[in-house]
Protein backbone atom coordinates (compact mmCIF):
# COMPACT_ATOMS: atom_id res chain seq x y z
CA UNK A 1 0.00 0.00 0.00
CA UNK A 2 1.27 3.02 -0.80
CA UNK A 3 2.97 5.67 1.97
CA UNK A 4 0.05 8.20 0.72
CA UNK A 5 -3.30 5.92 0.74
CA UNK A 6 -2.25 5.05 4.91
CA UNK A 7 -1.87 8.34 5.60
CA UNK A 8 -5.45 9.36 4.39
CA UNK A 9 -6.93 6.41 6.37
CA UNK A 10 -8.18 7.56 10.01
CA UNK A 11 -5.80 6.50 12.38
CA UNK A 12 -6.69 6.20 16.14
CA UNK A 13 -3.61 6.85 18.32
CA UNK A 14 -4.00 6.10 22.35
CA UNK A 15 -1.50 6.29 24.87
CA UNK A 16 -1.31 6.23 28.18
CA UNK A 17 -1.42 9.87 28.59
CA UNK A 18 -4.81 9.25 27.73
CA UNK A 19 -5.86 11.52 25.23
CA UNK A 20 -7.61 10.56 22.26
CA UNK A 21 -6.31 11.59 18.78
CA UNK A 22 -7.06 11.19 15.22
CA UNK A 23 -5.13 11.51 12.07
CA UNK A 24 -7.07 11.80 9.36
CA UNK A 25 -5.48 13.46 5.52
CA UNK A 26 -2.55 14.54 7.37
CA UNK A 27 -4.32 16.35 10.03
CA UNK A 28 -4.87 15.74 13.81
CA UNK A 29 -8.01 16.19 15.69
CA UNK A 30 -8.01 15.77 19.61
CA UNK A 31 -11.32 14.26 20.59
CA UNK A 32 -11.21 14.83 24.15
CA UNK A 33 -8.61 14.43 27.30
CA UNK A 34 -8.85 12.26 30.32
CA UNK A 35 -7.30 12.85 33.58
CA UNK A 36 -7.01 9.79 35.68
CA UNK A 37 -6.31 9.96 39.60
CA UNK A 38 -5.18 6.57 40.39
CA UNK A 39 -7.67 4.50 43.46
CA UNK A 40 -5.53 1.77 44.13
CA UNK A 41 -3.55 -1.17 42.01
CA UNK A 42 -3.31 -4.70 42.32
CA UNK A 43 -1.34 -7.81 41.68
CA UNK A 44 -3.53 -10.33 40.65
CA UNK A 45 -3.97 -13.32 42.46
CA UNK A 46 -5.59 -16.64 40.92
CA UNK A 47 -8.76 -16.32 42.57
CA UNK A 48 -9.14 -12.79 41.28
CA UNK A 49 -8.57 -13.65 37.51
CA UNK A 50 -10.98 -17.34 37.72
CA UNK A 51 -13.47 -16.47 40.50
CA UNK A 52 -13.85 -13.04 41.63
CA UNK A 53 -11.79 -10.10 42.40
CA UNK A 54 -11.47 -9.04 45.89
CA UNK A 55 -11.59 -5.42 46.65
CA UNK A 56 -8.82 -4.13 49.07
CA UNK A 57 -10.78 -2.58 52.40
CA UNK A 58 -8.84 0.32 52.69
CA UNK A 59 -10.20 1.37 48.83
CA UNK A 60 -13.74 0.01 49.78
CA UNK A 61 -15.52 3.73 50.54
CA UNK A 62 -15.23 4.17 46.86
CA UNK A 63 -17.75 2.22 45.71
CA UNK A 64 -20.62 3.04 47.90
CA UNK A 65 -23.48 0.28 48.19
CA UNK A 66 -26.82 1.54 49.16
CA UNK A 67 -27.76 0.65 52.61
CA UNK A 68 -29.72 -2.66 52.90
CA UNK A 69 -28.25 -4.11 49.50
CA UNK A 70 -25.21 -6.16 48.99
CA UNK A 71 -24.02 -5.41 45.46
CA UNK A 72 -24.38 -2.80 42.83
CA UNK A 73 -23.23 -2.26 39.46
CA UNK A 74 -20.20 0.08 38.12
CA UNK A 75 -19.69 0.79 34.76
CA UNK A 76 -15.42 1.49 34.34
CA UNK A 77 -14.27 3.36 31.08
CA UNK A 78 -11.19 0.93 29.75
CA UNK A 79 -8.49 3.13 29.88
CA UNK A 80 -6.37 1.47 26.67
CA UNK A 81 -9.61 0.99 25.05
CA UNK A 82 -11.11 4.26 25.30
CA UNK A 83 -14.14 3.46 23.62
CA UNK A 84 -15.28 0.22 25.80
CA UNK A 85 -16.84 0.42 28.92
CA UNK A 86 -17.67 -2.45 31.28
CA UNK A 87 -20.13 -2.69 33.94
CA UNK A 88 -18.83 -4.84 37.28
CA UNK A 89 -20.72 -6.14 40.09
CA UNK A 90 -19.72 -5.36 43.32
CA UNK A 91 -20.88 -7.03 46.25
CA UNK A 92 -20.26 -7.85 50.30
CA UNK A 93 -21.38 -10.57 52.08
CA UNK A 94 -25.05 -10.72 53.41
CA UNK A 95 -24.72 -11.65 56.79
CA UNK A 96 -21.33 -11.09 58.15
CA UNK A 97 -20.01 -7.97 60.26
CA UNK A 98 -16.92 -7.65 57.93
CA UNK A 99 -17.68 -6.90 54.28
CA UNK A 100 -15.30 -9.19 52.08
CA UNK A 101 -16.22 -6.70 49.13
CA UNK A 102 -15.52 -8.53 45.28
CA UNK A 103 -16.30 -7.59 41.83
CA UNK A 104 -17.95 -10.34 40.28
CA UNK A 105 -20.04 -10.43 37.25
CA UNK A 106 -18.45 -8.43 34.35
CA UNK A 107 -14.95 -8.55 36.42
CA UNK A 108 -14.52 -12.27 34.51
CA UNK A 109 -15.22 -11.39 30.99
CA UNK A 110 -13.06 -8.51 31.39
CA UNK A 111 -10.01 -10.68 33.00
CA UNK A 112 -10.59 -13.00 30.11
CA UNK A 113 -11.32 -10.93 27.08
CA UNK A 114 -7.22 -8.87 28.52
CA UNK A 115 -6.47 -12.83 29.08
CA UNK A 116 -5.33 -11.38 32.66
CA UNK A 117 -3.50 -14.20 34.29
CA UNK A 118 -1.99 -14.27 38.03
CA UNK A 119 0.76 -12.02 38.84
CA UNK A 120 -0.77 -9.84 36.43
CA UNK A 121 -2.13 -6.13 37.80
CA UNK A 122 -4.62 -4.04 37.06
CA UNK A 123 -5.18 -0.07 38.18
CA UNK A 124 -8.70 1.67 38.63
CA UNK A 125 -9.26 5.13 38.60
CA UNK A 126 -11.00 8.30 39.46
CA UNK A 127 -11.25 9.91 35.58
CA UNK A 128 -12.10 13.13 34.42
CA UNK A 129 -12.93 13.57 31.04
CA UNK A 130 -12.97 17.01 28.87
CA UNK A 131 -16.43 18.62 28.31
CA UNK A 132 -18.22 16.00 30.76
CA UNK A 133 -19.34 16.96 34.04
CA UNK A 134 -18.68 14.95 37.18
CA UNK A 135 -16.09 11.50 37.65
CA UNK A 136 -16.43 8.29 35.82
CA UNK A 137 -14.57 5.38 36.63
CA UNK A 138 -11.87 3.63 35.21
CA UNK A 139 -9.74 0.08 34.27
CA UNK A 140 -6.72 -0.53 33.72
CA UNK A 141 -5.19 -4.16 32.43
CA UNK A 142 -1.30 -4.74 32.65
CA UNK A 143 0.19 -7.87 31.58
CA UNK A 144 3.73 -8.83 33.29
CA UNK A 145 6.38 -9.34 31.53
CA UNK A 146 10.20 -10.46 33.03
CA UNK A 147 13.16 -9.01 30.77
CA UNK A 148 16.55 -9.53 32.43
CA UNK A 149 15.10 -10.22 36.32
CA UNK A 150 12.91 -7.42 36.06
CA UNK A 151 9.36 -7.62 36.26
CA UNK A 152 7.79 -5.23 33.16
CA UNK A 153 4.11 -4.58 32.65
CA UNK A 154 2.68 -4.07 29.53
CA UNK A 155 -1.23 -3.08 28.59
CA UNK A 156 -3.11 -6.00 26.55
CA UNK A 157 -4.28 -5.36 23.40
Known sequence: MP?????????????TAVASIFLVSGRIFRIFQMYPRLIFKKKLSQTDVKHRMTIPMQNFN????????????????DM???GRSWSFRC??????????????????QY?????????DQVS????????EEG???GVQAQKKL?????DCWTTPV
Open 3 to 15: VRDSINRAYTLVS
Open 62 to 77: VFQIPQGKHSKRFVFI
Open 80 to 82: IDT
Open 91 to 108: STRRKDVYPKPVFSSGWI
Open 111 to 119: AREKDLREG
Open 124 to 131: FFFVEKDG
Open 135 to 137: LRL
Open 146 to 150: RLWGQ
